[in-house]
Every structure is written in C-alpha cells, then in structure tokens.
C-alpha cells in the first residue's frame, strides 16, 4: 500500500460513501417489503456519478436535488441517522414525517428540502445562483435531476435563466435510462447534454458510472462557475438497477438490467479503479463493506426505536404565525 | 401626505423598499426599461440598477421559481407576473415550492417574498388580461393573499407584506390602478394583513367586498343612500372572520360582491363562515353578486362586472326580505 495521499483518502471517502448508500438502500428496499418502511426511491446505480459530484462540491455550496440523491448526501456528510429518520417519518425526522420517504431536507449540509414535482427546483437554484452572484459569494450551486426532467417547461425555463444571466450553477442530469417505465430514447431524440447549445451554456457528458470521470467533469463546471464563466451542463450516464420506487414493477417494461456484482455495477468499477491505484485491497473492501454493514444496522435498530412524532406537528409549521382556520380545524381533528 | 393613485402609491412602495435594503430586488417582464406595462415600476431600474430591477425573458414559471431561489437564498424578491391570465405556467412553483417549503423542510427553509400581479377586468381586456383568479391561491395552505382598494391600503399592504416572513400573492385590482386616488404618507407606514377594514358603517344591511368592486359599492351605497355597512377585506387569506362576524351580527343582512366567477368564489366561503358561526344573527338569505361562471368576455364587460342594477337588486332583495 502506498502512503496516505490526499488523492488516496478522498478516493477511499468517495467508495465508502458509494458502500454506505448501496448497504443502506438494500436495506430500506429490505424493510419495506417487510412493512417497517412505507416506501422507498432506490438509488442503486447511481452511487458513483453522485459521489463524483459530491467530490468536487464544499460544503457551503448549495445543492438543490430530488429524490434519488442519498449517495450526494451521505458523501457530503449528512448522517445516515437524518436519512433513516426522514425515510421512518419519526420525531427525530426535521419535518416530523410530513413527507413521504426520500424527501431528504438538510440546511446544515446545505441540502436543499426535496420536492417530487420533478425539475421545479431547477428554477429554485437559478435564484439561488443569482443570489450568491449578487452577494458576490464565490459559492456555487449544484442542481440534480433525472432524464426524465429533461422533458419538462421547468427544465428549459432554469437553462435558459442561467444562460442569460451567466449564473454560477451546475446541472447534473442523473440519467439512469429511466423514467419510471419510459426509456431515455422515448423521451428525447437527442444526447441530454447536447441541449446545454440552445441555452448559451457548456454542456458536456460523463461516464457516470466512472466517479473519478464524474468528478473530472464536475470539478470542471464547479471551477468555471466560481471564476464566474456560467452554468454548465452535465449529463452523467449510469443504470437504473433498481425499480423507480417500492410501489414499480420494472418487469412489466424492461427485459435486461444490470445486476448487483457484474462489471456494471459502479461499486464494482469503483473497486477496480481504487485497486488499480493500490488505494485498497481486498481485505480493505471487505473491511470496509463489514464496518458498513453493521454501521448501517446499528443506526437502523436504533431509529426504528424513535416513537413517532406527535400528531399536532403534522398540521404545525404551514405559515410563521398560523391561521385561526387551522387552529379551529386542528382543534377538531385532535 | 402626497395625493397619488394606486400606480404611484405601489411604485413609492418599492422605491422605498429599494433604498433601504440592498437584498430587495425587483424581477418581471418589461418592469424595467419600460417601466412595466402598468408603469407600476416607472424609473425604479434607472435608480437602482439592472441587477436589482430585473428585466426577465418570458417565463412566469422561470420569474416565480427563480424568485423563490432568491428568497430562500437570503434576497426579499418581488417578483411580477405581468397579468394574472399569465400566472398558470408557474402555479406548480407556487402551490408545489413557494406554499410548502417552510412545512416540509420544519421551518428550515422559507420563503419570504412577494409575488404582484394585476387582475380583474374593466380595461377592455378580453378573456386573457381580466381574469380574477384569487380562489386558485386561496385555497392553498402556505400562501397568504391581499388586495388593496386604494393607494393608501396599497402601499401599506405592500410594506407589511414584504416583512411576513412567509409567501404574500398580491393582488392589484387594474382597474383602480389610476382611477383610485387618494392621500398616501411618504414614508414607511402598514397595513396589516389578515384585517378588514370597515369602510362605512350602517346598520340595515353588511356589503363584504373587495379590491375593484370596493369603489363601485361605494358608489352605489352613495347614490341610493343605503344604510350600508361596508367591509373592505383586504386580505383574502386568511379571512378577517370577526370583521365578517361583527357586521353581520349587526345587520343581519349580507350581500357578498366579487367579480369572480361565482362557484367557489370567495363568496361562497364566506357564506358557509356565516352560516357555521352566526346563523342566528341572520334575518334574510346571503346573497352573492358576482362575475358568471363563464369566461371574462370583450365586448360585453359591463354585463360581466356586477353593476348597480344586480347590486341594488340584491341589497334590495334582503333588505325587504321577511
């Protein structure tokens, strides 16, 4: 083994953080099939893209994601405790279970509260762009969506305003072939990253399923975007290994898939490549995959025992000072 | 005190706002060169600059989402929608982001800002520019929603919703924009939200109204020496339940004007307020005089606008009933 190495220990960071999102998320898809979790988005396949972008993001720059993002947060060092609270909707969860699971909220990590609406936080984060440019912070934000947000007004209306107004953001397209049950090449006729032309914008593409490719390209557009050169596309490719969520049954429209182990799947080329630099070897990754196995049952035994939130906060928090309607209307539900 | 119409009295609102706070920053369609196509934003782009008075590409779904971005990124936006017809392509930011994000994130994440926009018709506007869609934004939890009636209540309205804390849609009732005038102070003053205002008071019968029919009501109450109590809501959620209660509980007598659409007005949610909270103070049947359920047409606005005749035929109508 060579010595520690910056370049060593953000690589060994980044495959843990793949390791603990993929342990994490068999487990959820797991316990919701056994009735302890309600529903659940997997991310299986898009580990690496997303600790690639995570790698070349600070901490106090601000991510506007969807769903599918547990690998972005745990690499930028949410703990998993705030992810299975958020997913059980117990009295630890920040929103006391008000959202459905895989609608993560961080304001300490800088992780903006997912919506499902797909591509409305594309505008959100050009606003949030123009804010930093405008205070003149050296910040910059990262915003995350699926191939499918690809097709929607929002999408365009977000490009567009970062290219007119050169606002300090990235777009990272997550495409992992899917939407739900319409393939990439169903839902538009041309390479994602290609469109980033119409909006005056960079776009490039990445091997997704490659983080140190990901991080490559992402370190790119986050370095323009802090000198002040604009937004950039970036179109990563990977796979969708697992369903849409808990509730889709991906037999019914797709025949081949990339299973867990095979040459494919990002934490196996992940491995290659750390092993190829002699940053690990197989007793590493086993090590590395046993402290993550327990780390991830421990903390999930230890949630699970959190009561659920009182009733009241579910209808609490709507404005700052709340309406009498709602007082009159809580008074008669509890 | 300075005499100004509502245009005037919005544009010293935010002037204001302007030169006291740098995070304040104004973003719509032609808001700036132009001056908006109302001049509500006339020489505000000249005073504070290109990137505070934002000119927007032609994107109501772009102008709120990026608006929300900024308020949750420490700006206190206003953001313009150039005729409330145009709102639609952006209700899924406003009902979807704007209206849940300090619920679904606990209170981490909130959006403190204004959104303007014009309605209502009498300008001769057609189906696209006359719309009066403020049910649409009333019924969802999160938003707040105002509408002035005069310049005094518009600046003040103004000033109170931009220190909120949470989303105000605002309302600017069109046709008033210049034909309403009336003393406004030149500094800072509120307006605050969730309050009625009872604009005259009178005992045989209670007249809620709001925004653009508050003068016409006025008018006719005037004109036919009613014994009137006129309320002037002001602020359309939440609903000013005592001002609505007191009045009726002293007349007994309610006629609600609106130009919207009448099913599922705000007409009709002020009825059921009556009826649940003070059915036995009532001496006569609510009645509601409203714009048709139909499209806001050209030609024929006059026959669309409640007018004097279906006013008086309500008031009338209660006041000699039983």
């Not at chain 1, 509260?113 to 797909?118: A, T």
């Not at chain 1, 495409?175 to 776009?203: D, H």
């Given at each position: 083994m060579p010595e520690d190495s910056e370049e060593r220990n953000k690589f060994i960071k980044a495959y843990t953080a793949m390791v603990l999102s993929r342990t994490l998320d068999r487990k959820i898809v797991t316990s919701q099939r056994q009735g302890r979790v309600g529903f659940?988005?997997?991310?299986?396949?898009?580990?690496?893209?997303?600790?690639g972008a995570s790698m070349?993001?600070?901490?106090?720059?601000?991510?506007?994601?969807?769903?599918?993002?547990?690998?972005?947060?745990?690499h930028r060092g949410v703990p998993i405790e705030t992810i299975i609270n958020q997913i059980m909707g117990?009295?630890?969860?920040?929103?006391?279970?008000?959202?459905?699971?895989?609608?993560?909220?961080?304001?300490?990590?800088?992780?903006?509260?997912?919506?499902?609406?797909v591509a409305t936080n594309l505008p959100l984060a050009t606003g949030a762009a123009y804010a930093l440019k405008y205070q003149k912070k050296k910040n910059i934000v990262l915003a995350t969506f699926g191939d499918g947000s690809s097709s929607t007004p929002d999408f365009h209306a977000a490009l567009n305003l970062a290219g007119v107004f050169e606002l300090p953001v990235v777009f990272l397209c997550e495409n992992n072939g899917w939407a739900i049950s319409l393939p990439v090449e169903r839902q538009t006729k041309v390479e994602i990253w290609t469109k980033a032309e119409a909006y005056g914008i960079k776009g490039v593409k990445a091997d997704g399923n490659?983080?140190?490719?990901?991080?490559?390209?992402?370190?790119?557009?986050?370095?323009?975007?802090?000198?002040?050169k604009g937004a950039t596309l970036v179109e990563a490719t990977s796979f969708r290994m697992g369903p849409h969520s808990t509730s889709d049954d991906p037999t019914k429209y797709r025949t081949e898939n990339v299973e867990e182990g095979s040459e494919k799947d990002p934490i196996v080329v992940s491995e290659k490549i750390l092993k190829q630099r002699k940053y690990v070897d197989d007793k590493m990754i086993e090590n590395i995959k046993s402290r993550t196995h327990k780390l991830v049952e421990e903390k999930f035994n230890e949630c699970e025992k959190i009561s659920p939130p009182n009733p009241s906060t579910a209808f609490e928090g709507v404005y700052k000072n709340t309406t009498w309607m709602l007082k009159e209307e809580v008074e008669d539900i509890l | 005190m300075t005499e100004m119409n509502m245009v005037q009295a919005l544009n010293s609102a935010m002037d204001h706002l302007l030169s006291k706070d740098k995070s304040v920053i104004l973003l719509g369609e032609d808001i700036g060169k132009d001056g908006g196509v109302f001049r509500v934003t006339e020489g505000l782009q000249s005073k504070y600059g290109e990137d505070r008075v934002i000119d927007m590409p032609l994107v109501e779904v772009g102008i709120v989402g990026m608006a929300i971005g900024m308020a949750l990124t420490g700006l206190k936006p206003i953001a313009e929608i150039q005729f409330q017809d145009f709102i639609y392509t952006a209700m899924d930011q406003i009902i979807n982001q704007m209206a849940k994000l300090r619920y679904r994130s606990g209170g981490d994440y909130t959006v403190p800002m204004v959104l303007r926009t014009p309605y209502g018709g009498g300008v001769k506007g057609g189906l696209y520019h006359s719309q009066s869609g403020e049910t649409y934004f009333a019924h969802t939890a999160g938003l707040t929603v105002v509408t002035p009636s005069n310049p005094y209540d518009a600046k003040g309205l103004l000033l109170s919703s931009m220190e909120y804390g949470d989303p105000v849609i605002f309302l600017e009732p069109k046709r008033l924009y210049r034909s309403s005038k009336g003393e406004v102070p030149d500094g800072e003053y509120k307006v605050?939200?969730?309050?009625?205002?009872?604009?005259?008071?009178?005992?045989?019968?209670?007249?809620?109204?709001?925004?653009?029919?508050?003068?016409?009501?006025?008018?006719?109450?005037?004109?036919?020496?009613?014994?009137?109590?006129?309320?002037?809501?002001?602020?359309?959620?939440?609903?000013?339940?005592?001002?609505?209660?007191?009045?009726?509980?002293?007349?007994?007598?309610?006629?609600?004007?609106?130009?919207?659409?009448?099913?599922?007005?705000?007409?009709?949610?002020?009825?059921?307020?009556?009826?649940?909270?003070?059915?036995?103070?009532?001496?006569?049947?609510?009645?509601?005089?409203?714009?048709?359920?139909?499209?806001?047409?050209?030609?024929?606005?006059?026959?669309?606008?409640?007018?004097?005749?279906?006013?008086?035929?309500?008031?009338?109508?209660?006041m000699t009933y039983g």
């Amino acid at each position: 083994m060579p010595e520690d190495s910056e370049e060593r220990n953000k690589f060994i960071k980044a495959y843990t953080a793949m390791v603990l999102s993929r342990t994490l998320d068999r487990k959820i898809v797991t316990s919701q099939r056994q009735g302890r979790v309600g529903f659940y988005t997997p991310t299986m396949g898009q580990e690496a893209l997303q600790v690639g972008a995570s790698m070349a993001m600070e901490t106090a720059d601000l991510i506007y994601g969807y769903y599918r993002d547990v690998p972005l947060m745990l690499h930028r060092g949410v703990p998993i405790e705030t992810i299975i609270n958020q997913i059980m909707g117990n009295d630890s969860d920040r929103a006391k279970g008000r959202q459905m699971p895989s609608h993560f909220s961080s304001k300490e990590f800088n992780f903006m509260s997912v919506q499902s609406p797909v591509a409305t936080n594309l505008p959100l984060a050009t606003g949030a762009a123009y804010a930093l440019k405008y205070q003149k912070k050296k910040n910059i934000v990262l915003a995350t969506f699926g191939d499918g947000s690809s097709s929607t007004p929002d999408f365009h209306a977000a490009l567009n305003l970062a290219g007119v107004f050169e606002l300090p953001v990235v777009f990272l397209c997550e495409n992992n072939g899917w939407a739900i049950s319409l393939p990439v090449e169903r839902q538009t006729k041309v390479e994602i990253w290609t469109k980033a032309e119409a909006y005056g914008i960079k776009g490039v593409k990445a091997d997704g399923n490659n983080f140190v490719d990901t991080y490559e390209k992402v370190n790119e557009a986050v370095k323009r975007a802090r000198e002040g050169k604009g937004a950039t596309l970036v179109e990563a490719t990977s796979f969708r290994m697992g369903p849409h969520s808990t509730s889709d049954d991906p037999t019914k429209y797709r025949t081949e898939n990339v299973e867990e182990g095979s040459e494919k799947d990002p934490i196996v080329v992940s491995e290659k490549i750390l092993k190829q630099r002699k940053y690990v070897d197989d007793k590493m990754i086993e090590n590395i995959k046993s402290r993550t196995h327990k780390l991830v049952e421990e903390k999930f035994n230890e949630c699970e025992k959190i009561s659920p939130p009182n009733p009241s906060t579910a209808f609490e928090g709507v404005y700052k000072n709340t309406t009498w309607m709602l007082k009159e209307e809580v008074e008669d539900i509890l | 005190m300075t005499e100004m119409n509502m245009v005037q009295a919005l544009n010293s609102a935010m002037d204001h706002l302007l030169s006291k706070d740098k995070s304040v920053i104004l973003l719509g369609e032609d808001i700036g060169k132009d001056g908006g196509v109302f001049r509500v934003t006339e020489g505000l782009q000249s005073k504070y600059g290109e990137d505070r008075v934002i000119d927007m590409p032609l994107v109501e779904v772009g102008i709120v989402g990026m608006a929300i971005g900024m308020a949750l990124t420490g700006l206190k936006p206003i953001a313009e929608i150039q005729f409330q017809d145009f709102i639609y392509t952006a209700m899924d930011q406003i009902i979807n982001q704007m209206a849940k994000l300090r619920y679904r994130s606990g209170g981490d994440y909130t959006v403190p800002m204004v959104l303007r926009t014009p309605y209502g018709g009498g300008v001769k506007g057609g189906l696209y520019h006359s719309q009066s869609g403020e049910t649409y934004f009333a019924h969802t939890a999160g938003l707040t929603v105002v509408t002035p009636s005069n310049p005094y209540d518009a600046k003040g309205l103004l000033l109170s919703s931009m220190e909120y804390g949470d989303p105000v849609i605002f309302l600017e009732p069109k046709r008033l924009y210049r034909s309403s005038k009336g003393e406004v102070p030149d500094g800072e003053y509120k307006v605050p939200i969730g309050e009625a205002k009872n604009i005259k008071e009178g005992n045989s019968v209670s007249i809620i109204t709001y925004g653009s029919m508050v003068p016409t009501v006025l008018n006719i109450v005037e004109k036919h020496k009613i014994d009137a109590d006129v309320i002037d809501l002001r602020t359309l959620l939440p609903l000013d339940i005592n001002a609505i209660l007191s009045t009726v509980k002293k007349t007994g007598k309610v006629v609600i004007v609106h130009e919207a659409p009448r099913t599922l007005g705000m007409g009709a949610e002020i009825s059921a307020l009556i009826a649940e909270k003070a059915i036995d103070s009532l001496l006569g049947p609510i009645l509601r005089v409203t714009g048709p359920d139909s499209p806001f047409p050209y030609r024929w606005e006059e026959y669309y606008l409640p007018n004097e005749k279906r006013i008086m035929k309500a008031v009338n109508s209660v006041m000699t009933y039983g």
